[in-house]
């Protein structure tokens, strides 16, 4: 697994044997800038407690709401950033793996990005490895100074 860290953050780069090994992460961001004309990314966040009145309460909703997000949005950003802990905390990771792989069908040179920060979460268990993203966002020590690494290559 390789580090790498950018304006978005620190980033650890998953095992997929489906992208270019000649790609480094940070040549999908510029692929995606240039293609989309976009620095957004699109954080998907689904709390069911916020979800539109028709679906709120609704844990099983989760896929539903954050692929009409992406659907939406899929020629409009540089990144996707699901965030584990949302489903985490309601048993809804299967929902997020149907979710990794509906993005990359909808938008296969847009980067996804799985944060799997848990600093503000109080629900904390470890990132499945059936979840390969491209990308998982880490929240480091304090104090921890990371380097940009321009040359990290997809494993």
Not at 11 to 20: F, G, I, M, Q, V
Not at 89 to 109: F, G, K, S, V, Y
Request: glycine content about 4%.
């Amino acid at each position: 697994m390789t580090i790498a860290a950018g304006r978005i953050g620190v980033c650890a780069l998953a095992n997929t044997a489906s992208y270019n090994r000649r790609m480094t992460f940070l040549d999908l961001l510029r692929g995606a800038e240039r293609q989309n004309d976009s620095m957004l990314c699109v954080g998907l966040d689904p709390d069911p407690a916020r979800f539109p009145l028709h679906w709120r309460g609704d844990a099983s909703k989760m896929y539903d709401f954050c692929a009409a997000i992406a659907d939406a949005t899929a020629d409009l950003v540089l990144a996707f950033k699901p965030q584990i802990a949302y489903f985490a905390a309601h048993r809804a990771e299967d929902q997020l793996e149907r979710l990794i792989t509906h993005l990359r069908r909808i938008a296969p040179q847009v980067p996804i990005i799985l944060d799997a920060k848990r600093a503000t979460c109080s629900y904390n268990r470890g990132v499945p490895s059936t979840l390969a993203s491209r990308c998982a966002c880490k929240s480091s020590p304090p104090g921890l100074d990371v380097r940009h690494s321009k040359n990290a290559p997809l494993p």
